[in-house]
């Protein structure tokens, strides 16, 4: 209970509806005023635990249960916390696991029993990890080490109203607006964003489906149309 005031005071100071949008107010039970895409954060009770260890740079432990690798015992210097598609994740460097390899992000959704280390505190942070995401779509690291202009033409009026009032990245830049192309044979607008291509930019991509066509880089074109030529393979009669 303690926990849950911390973090609703806490967070309630950033916006007030935020401890709302995370599950820890009431609302009232015979007509809803407000939705939020999901407000049902598993284990959104160890935010202010992150948050505190931190800002006070202690070190924490926990377990940690993937889908598809055994249960790990960690110990992680924690450094940012960021909330993406309805997940919240924790960035920092495994000091120590039983799991193999060495993690620098963990879901909240697949954390049991964390807890703060009294000591020894956790070092400084290797690397900004605020700025690390800045080329990124999402979460996922990217093979790419230097981001690239994607350039990409939207092929109807309702996906470029959709992809220009909601961007893929905030470097986005609209280069034309909708508009008849006689040199092209056809209608379109053009959008450019710099990032270092990973699984959540395909996949934002490839939600838009007929709808969009990636123009440059080529490589990203290629492996747009390998995603493609792989997925027809299951459809194929």
């Given amino acids: 209970d303690n926990m849950a005031m911390l973090l ?3 967070l309630g100071m950033i916006h007030p509806l935020f401890p709302l949008y995370l599950g820890l ?4 039970d015979d007509n809803p005023v407000i939705e939020f895409e999901q407000c049902d954060y598993r284990n959104n009770i160890y935010l202010p635990v992150l948050y505190d260890a931190i800002v006070t740079r202690h070190m924490v432990t926990f377990d940690y249960r993937s889908f598809d690798k055994p249960a790990a015992d960690v ?16 960035y920092g460097h495994t000091e120590k696991s039983t799991g193999k390899g060495s993690r620098e992000r963990y879901t909240l959704d697949r954390i049991k029993n ?3 280390v009294s000591k020894p505190l956790a070092p400084k942070p290797p690397r900004d990890y605020a700025s690390l995401s800045k ?5 996922s690291d990217s093979d790419y080490t230097e981001a690239l202009d994607v350039t990409i033409e939207t092929l109807t009026p309702k996906i470029h109203g959709l992809l220009t009032s909601k961007p893929l990245h905030p470097s986005q830049k609209e280069l034309e607006s909708f508009h008849e192309d006689e040199v092209k044979g056809y209608s379109h607008g053009t959008i450019r964003f710099h990032v270092r291509p990973n699984p959540e930019m395909y996949g934002r991509i490839l939600y838009y489906s007929d709808g969009v066509k990636i123009v440059s880089p080529q490589k990203v074109v290629k492996d747009i149309h390998k995603m493609l030529y792989s997925a027809e393979f299951f459809y194929s009669d």
């Fill in 8 to 10: 609703e005071e806490s």
């Fill in 114 to 116: 964390l807890h703060k």
């Fill in 25 to 28: 107010l009431p609302e009232r």
């Fill in 75 to 90: 110990t992680f210097s924690p450094y940012y916390l960021k909330e993406y598609n309805r997940r919240w994740f924790v």
């Fill in 135 to 139: 080329d990124l779509i999402g979460v």
